[in-house]
């Protein structure tokens, strides 16, 4: 078989990992031909290809980010593409010589593969992203490197925050999901954490704040997921801070801005000196833990295995530390939130 390999959607740390795994599987035990398509859906409709071989992994391991690239090019826009970049997806599969393609990516990207594999394509994901939010997996790579980046950030704001007397807010990456907050915010003894999940008020935030410092406290740390909303008055429903406008070019608007308004309104409300730190694509990048390198070679494994039993229209999933997958069915649509219970652990905290 010629196996196509792709990574779509933000990058993160684990994608060199997965790589690795199915080039290294399908070629020496499976007697397979990989070959990488390059930036994402981008390098299928474009016909952007390039040798992957036993050459072309070695040393990638550690690696961040992708040796293949990426995109957050969306096939099925037809603002972007207009009509056509299906059918050239369709072109170019047969062009290259493809048997299967395995999509290494998030919600975007295998809603594109489901889409797909429903024209006919034989198709495997894999689950990534820092953000965690990836329905039928209870972890994803990415995220426990994140997580650690976030949590030893909170670790060093909080001994300038202790010095100085300040509250510090520090704004996570999470979009529609609140898991590196949660996570990085329990590890890193946050005294307020603010998900997307759970909506809160400015008035809320600020109690919590001054019930720490009546007890003494005379700093505080807020860690606050970019895409949470908080209601700060004036308005009868919380909205997401965006940057400005824009959206990405798979349609997603572009989230940023909510730690400095928050920093700005507690200083006000509360006067209490207030900075704000935003940790962005810096949980994004660099060389994955040991965790993310050895789920990433597992998925990585069990998709070539897939492939090779030609079971197609399936995403890998980590499910009570089991790799399994499941039809791409069950993993679009809704993300998987942090419930109500998770965010308890982390409210225990508060205040
Ligand atoms: O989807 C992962 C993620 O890191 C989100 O947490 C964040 O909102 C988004 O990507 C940022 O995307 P970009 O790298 O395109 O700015």
């Known amino acids: 078989m010629r196996i196509g390999v792709m990574t779509g959607g933000g990058d993160c740390p684990g994608l060199n990992a997965v790589i690795r795994a199915v080039v290294r599987k399908s070629i020496v035990d499976f007697g397979h031909e990989c070959v990488g398509i390059m930036q ?3 390098g299928l409709v474009e016909c952007l290809t390039c040798e992957l071989n036993l050459r072309s ?3 990638i391991l550690p690696r961040g980010g992708t040796i293949l690239g990426t995109s ?5 826009s037809k603002a972007h593409y207009k009509e056509h970049a299906p059918q050239k997806i369709l072109d170019n599969w047969q062009r290259v010589g493809l048997d299967a393609l395995i999509a290494v990516g998030g919600d975007d990207t295998h809603a594109v593969s489901y ?15 820092i953000d965690n939010d990836i329905r039928g997996t209870e972890y994803t790579f990415g995220f426990d490197t994140a997580v650690h980046v976030a949590s030893e950030a909170i670790d060093r704001v909080h001994s300038t925050a202790e010095s100085h007397h300040r509250v510090i807010v520090v704004e996570v990456m999470g979009r529609r999901t609140g898991w590196i907050a949660l996570y990085s915010g329990i590890a890193g003894g946050a005294d307020v954490v603010i998900v997307p999940e759970f909506e809160v008020t400015l008035a809320e935030i600020c109690d919590m704040i001054k019930k720490r410092h009546a007890r003494g406290k005379s700093f505080s740390i807020c860690v606050v997921a970019e895409g949470a909303r908080i209601n700060f008055g004036g308005s009868p429903e919380a909205r997401e801070v965006t940057i400005d406008q824009s959206i990405d070019e798979f349609g997603n608007v572009r989230l940023g801005g909510i730690g400095q308004r928050l920093a700005r ?11 704000f730190t935003v940790l962005g694509h810096v ?3 660099g060389t994955p833990t040991a965790f993310d390198r050895v789920l990433g070679t597992r998925f990585g494994i069990k998709a070539a295995e897939l492939v090779h039993k030609r079971q197609f229209g399936r ?4 499910q009570n530390n089991e790799i399994v997958s499941i039809p791409f069915s069950e993993t679009i649509g809704t993300p998987k939130y942090v419930t109500e219970e998770w965010y308890d652990v982390a409210r225990t905290f508060f205040g």
């Open 40 to 42: 994402g859906w981008k």
């Open 57 to 59: 992994i070695s040393g």
């Open 72 to 76: 957050r090019t969306n096939p099925f």
């Open 115 to 129: 889409e797909l594999s429903k024209m006919g394509l034989s198709i495997v994901g894999v689950p990534k992203t």
């Open 265 to 275: 309104e507690i200083e006000r409300e509360l006067k209490f000196e207030t900075r």
């Open 283 to 285: 949980q994004r990048g």
């Open 315 to 318: 995403m890998v999933a980590l």
